[in-house]
């Protein structure tokens, strides 16, 4: 069992920066795949990106890439999303979500994840 705790969400003019952290409870972060995903009114919750439990690998969606990092620290049981850029249409409610199985597979899929965080809204306004 884990649970994650989202923050560093807000406000912010198209072209700025928001950092976003996940922490999460529990002695086996460093076991789980972690992604990102969000939700934007009326929409279908999106993958935005995902890292493997050794951080080794790191996915993204197309329309984040080059613009947001995903990241971790073991230490501080922590996952990141430096998100750069920012559009408007990267307006949502973001969430962290982790992934206990042992092989990193199919990390876009909402359905791979057993644990989800309550969420934090990002607003890009134009």
């Known amino acids: 069992q884990v649970q994650l705790i989202e923050s560093g969400g807000g406000l912010v003019q198209a072209g700025g920066s928001l950092k976003l952290s996940c922490a999460a409870s529990g002695r086996t972060f460093g076991s789980y795949a972690m992604g990102w995903f969000r939700q934007a009114p009326g929409m279908e919750r999106e993958f935005v990106a995902s890292t493997s439990a050794t951080d080794v690998i790191r996915d993204y969606t197309d329309s984040v890439s080059g613009r947001f990092t995903i990241s971790r620290d073991h230490a501080k049981n922590t996952l990141y999303l430096q998100m750069n850029s920012l559009k408007p249409e990267d307006t949502a409610v973001y969430y962290c979500?982790?992934?206990?199985?042992?092989?990193?597979?199919?990390?876009?899929?909402?359905?791979?994840?057993?644990?989800w965080g309550q969420g934090t809204q990002v607003t890009v306004s134009s």
């Open positions: 979500a982790a992934d206990p199985r042992p092989l990193y597979s199919n990390s876009y899929l909402p359905q791979t994840y057993d644990y």
